[in-house]
């Protein structure tokens, strides 16, 4: 018989995904409306007990295909990003000494086909990928504006000795 490594369940019988969250980290699956005219997706709303909030800055931003954007931590504003279009991994990692997840690594994969709205708190570094073939387009609604003279924004390198995670070598990031 051939050696082969057995597969590893990633979902329950129910359909939920196995896998420890990292705290405080939020996904709320979108309800995309199909008619003949086109497409309408909701990103948030004050109605959801969810996320309610006014966001005070919105801005919009695209990967292409094979890059990475990270990794990146706040310690002040949480990030809210909605996937418009495409195909994105994103992989975060809880770097809070009092978090119940501190040093836990989560992915979190999203396409046009499972869109939803990720909430991401402080204290936790984040990455995002463009795992398919066309350019990924994602909305972002941070939970305080960005700030040109002191940005809120704190960066490592895709690959380092701090994070326990690794990007294939055919990634290139920023």
Same mark, same amino acid.
């Given at each position: 018989m051939i050696p082969a490594q057995q597969d590893q369940s990633t979902v329950t019988s129910e359909g939920s995904r196995k896998g420890r969250r990292i705290d405080g980290v939020r996904f709320r699956p979108a309800v995309t409306h199909v008619d003949e005219r086109g497409q309408m997706c909701e990103i948030n709303s004050d109605a959801w007990e969810f996320n309610r909030f006014l966001t005070p800055w919105v801005s919009m931003y695209s990967i292409t295909p094979g890059m990475a954007k990270g990794w990146v931590v706040h310690r002040e504003q949480d990030d809210r990003n909605f996937l418009a279009a495409g195909r994105v991994k994103w992989v975060l990692y809880d770097a809070r000494v009092d978090s119940p997840t501190y040093q836990n690594l989560q992915e979190v994969v999203v396409t046009?086909?499972?869109?939803? !709205?990720?909430? #991401? $708190?402080?204290?936790?570094?984040?990455?995002?990928?463009?795992?398919?073939?066309?350019?990924?387009?994602?909305?972002? !609604?941070?939970? #305080? $504006?960005?700030?040109?003279?002191?940005?809120?924004?704190?960066?490592?390198?895709?690959?380092?000795?701090i994070i326990p995670y690794r990007f294939g070598n055919d990634v290139r990031g920023w």
């Open positions: 046009q086909f499972n869109r939803g !709205l990720l909430i #991401v $708190p402080h204290g936790v570094f984040h990455a995002v990928q463009n795992i398919g073939a066309d350019e990924a387009v994602i909305i972002d !609604l941070p939970s #305080v $504006p960005y700030n040109h003279e002191n940005p809120d924004k704190y960066r490592l390198p895709l690959n380092n000795d």
